[in-house]
């Protein structure tokens, strides 16, 4: 025999366990999975959200291509960020993360 049909088996024959059993791990598993995966990254999106609701003309930002620069306008859905002396580009808003280190504080950015 195979071991998959061997495996088969064994998860077929009757456990001696409650019926609710299976029905409580799956629902462990869920929150499990909601606590550990789901919450965070809806918390990091809204943290992202309030960031660039919040931005202000001379802040240190980092577009989604990895480009260091400060916010020099903003518009309705697009940023201009200079990147060097008298270099300008415009950047789409949903594309722009906080800088690393703020810049108008000496601890990094969570």
Same mark, same amino acid.
């Given at each position: 025999?195979?071991?998959l049909t061997i495996l088969l088996q064994d998860a077929a024959a009757p456990q001696g366990g409650s019926p609710y059993s299976s029905i409580i791990m799956m629902v462990a598993l869920v $929150?499990?999975?909601y606590f550990f995966m789901i919450r965070p990254q809806s918390k990091r999106q809204k943290e992202i959200r309030k960031f660039r609701e919040a931005l202000t003309e001379g802040q240190k930002v980092i577009t989604a291509g990895g480009i260091h620069g400060k916010v020099k306008a903003i518009k309705d859905a697009t940023v201009v960020v200079e990147i060097?002396?008298?270099?300008?580009?415009?950047v789409d808003k949903?594309?722009?993360? $906080?800088?690393?280190v703020d810049a108008n504080a000496a601890t990094p950015v969570k």
């Open positions: 025999m195979t071991l $929150a499990i999975f060097a002396d008298n270099v300008r580009i415009t949903a594309s722009i993360y $906080a800088s690393p």
